[in-house]
């Protein structure tokens, strides 16, 4: 469907501008190669007006599409908010990689990301030492001293006059390379098969070590590969699961799972401590450097010969034109020599790159009244109470500043809801994006426009619900903008849309057979599209899409009025009781009132059920996150972490009877809160705890965390809602630095 494409990039194919790259709203996406560049600019322009979508700040216009890199790159407000911290390390090279035509579905430019440890033999690993972290000024190549002098001469002393000189004859990144990684796990064993003559490669050229592949990309003058992406996200590369016959090497070691550092007892901990390395203090202060050589000014020219970076002319962007090429034996050589050399990315910028801006100066707190000695006074930014004493089921934070009203809606037991002011104007103790309320000292001020509940301004839900339905947080979605609130749980098995400005309802949406149960919604775009799931007492879950001009959308996008849901998921042989969606993966985690949990994909397959430990059998609460991690809390205080590919990766039991349950959002922290009113931090992988909040005078049925990640804002059972400071990185230099 036209109406599902998000973004449309313009590629290159072998060297040449004659591809484009189409992203769907599944997340999913198709690239095509043309036979020119004019097919190219018609085919963008009968596609819809999406530009390259609405995460880089760019107009959505069909020029955007067939910009160049650099000049998506100059437009974008990306560097600016991966300077102020606004994305991590990883979100700010997948943009990088994204714009300078590095994808997923072209093997020859799949995107790359640096090697950041040098440390792979210790038992532990200590993040709070340089010598652990790679130099990333220097190439790979460059690293290792006498090596660079072996590159620095071959080219000083070239003498080929059929080809300009260079240092590695080898890339830091080939289709070659990135199968090799990859080699374990499917498409890429076939892939690799089928480029092999049906044959794995040599034993003792098989990817089968970490810290022996670190080695050899720094001794041996034919290895300067870089790493790919999967190496922060996906523990299954480095596991053999199908079985696969890959061979003895020399030294009589069977080649089976990759072996791992000392420091990293499974690959789940490899991933997680890789990426934490990546994202730490020390990559941060450096990445810049990384950039330029492999998308800046360093990629080429007198900055490449004198750092050390100069590839085979061959994997450059312009340095030959194959249409150009008549004989076809002779272009077919030209393509196959593309292939196999590798391709550089398109070059972003001619001038150095920006630093990041130091974590210290963006996390000076300064002294101010309101640091007290007293621990709650510290913990606790604010308490504020509703006239009504029923109690806060749902809190919705989206706080970011360039929405019209940044706000924390609330919603009552009794289906009384309240939009609460969240003002942007002057840091709260220097932290960015909310501000104090000169007369309340408070981040947070209620508006009595906004939140009147009574008379014409009336903001409660009367409308009939069925009364066996037990009102929580599951009952509601709040739409990122504020402006809408949905709500099931009515007899007539719909679920229907309010308008948080005028209390009015706009839309009732139709499709269970039974009483609608449960809402999620996903992390919507910035546009407003994002998926809505419905789970029923039927045991059905329904998917659909929640378009940008605020309603629900069905298979035909113009018709508002009796929208059909985009998928049915199916699996359930009970009530469905809790649901997630994560619109980054394509997937859906819902949980019946009798276990298991199901993943399904948006578009409606069933892949995997999450058996949880003996004692797991009623899921209650359900969060996931976009790196695939899947927490679920059971009755009576337990709760279980799950890859999206179903492994356990840990459990745990508390003594209390929780209701509310969030993931940080780069998923490394849960916070959870219930009956015993207690705030409790946990660190996601292993359930360690980080942190007790002082108690509260009231059981917490809702949270939910500003868009910084600095305030959660907690729903009680006693009518008010409380709001926390809450330190992440603090926790994480705290209790997270050595393995």
Known sequence: ??????????????????????FMANRTSVMFNFPDQATVKKVVYSLPRVGVGTSYGLPQARRISLATPRQL?????????????????FEYLMFLNTIAGRTYNDLNQYPVFPWVLTNYESEELDLTLPGNFRDLSKPIGALNPKRAVFYAERYETWEDDQSPPYHYNTHYSTATSALSWLVRIEPFTTFFLNANDGKFDHPDRTFSSISRSWRTSQRDTSDVKELIPEFYYLPEMFVNSNGYQLGVREDEVVVNDVDLPPWAKKPEDFVRINRMALESEFVSCQLHQWIDLIFGYKQRGPEAVRALNVFHYLTYEGSVNLDSITDPVLREAMEAQIRNLGQTPSQLLIEPHP?????????????????????????VIMVLKFPSNSPVTHVAANT?????????????????????????????????????????????????????????????????????????????????????????????????????????????????????????????YIGGDCYIVSGSRDATLLLWYWSGRHHIIGDNPNSSDYPAPRAVLTGHDHEVVCVSVCAELGLVISGAKEGPCLVHTITGDLLRALEGPENCLFPRLISVSSEGHCIIYYERGRFSNFSINGKLLAQMEINDSTRAILLSSDGQNLVTGGDNGVVEVWQACDFKQLYIYPGCDAGIRAMDLSHDQRTLITGMASGSIVAFNIDFNRWHYEHQNRY
């Not at 290159?12 to 501008?17: A, G, S």
Request: glycine fraction near 4%; include cysteine; charged fraction near 20%.
């Open 1 to 22: 469907m036209f109406s599902e494409i998000r973004a449309v990039f313009s590629r290159r194919y072998l060297l040449q501008n004659t591809a484009l790259e189409v």
């Open 73 to 89: 790159y100059k437009s974008s407000n990306m560097t600016q908010r991966w300077q102020r911290r606004e994305i991590s390390n």
């Open 355 to 379: 630093p990041r801006s130091s974590a210290m100066h963006l996390c000076f707190l300064p002294q101010s009244p309101l640091m007290f000695k007293d621990q709650m006074q510290q913990d």
């Open 400 to 524: 970011l500043p360039h929405l019209t009203i940044p706000a924390v809606v609330t919603v009552t037991c009794s289906r009384l809801f309240a939009v609460n002011r969240w003002h942007n104007t002057v840091g709260l103790r220097g932290a960015p994006g909310y501000s104090l309320d000169q007369a309340h000292h408070l981040p947070i001020e209620m508006d009595p426009l906004i939140a009147n509940n009574s008379g014409v301004n009336k903001r409660q839900i009367t409308d009939l619900v069925d009364q066996s339905i037990q009102i929580n947080a599951h009952c509601f979605v709040v739409t990122a903008d504020n402006r809408y609130i949905l709500i099931c749980g009515f007899w007539d098995k719909s679920f229907r849309v309010y308008s948080t400005e005028t209390g009015k309802l706009t839309q009732i949406v139709f499709g269970h057979w039974d009483v609608v149960t449960c809402l999620a919604r996903s992390e919507s």
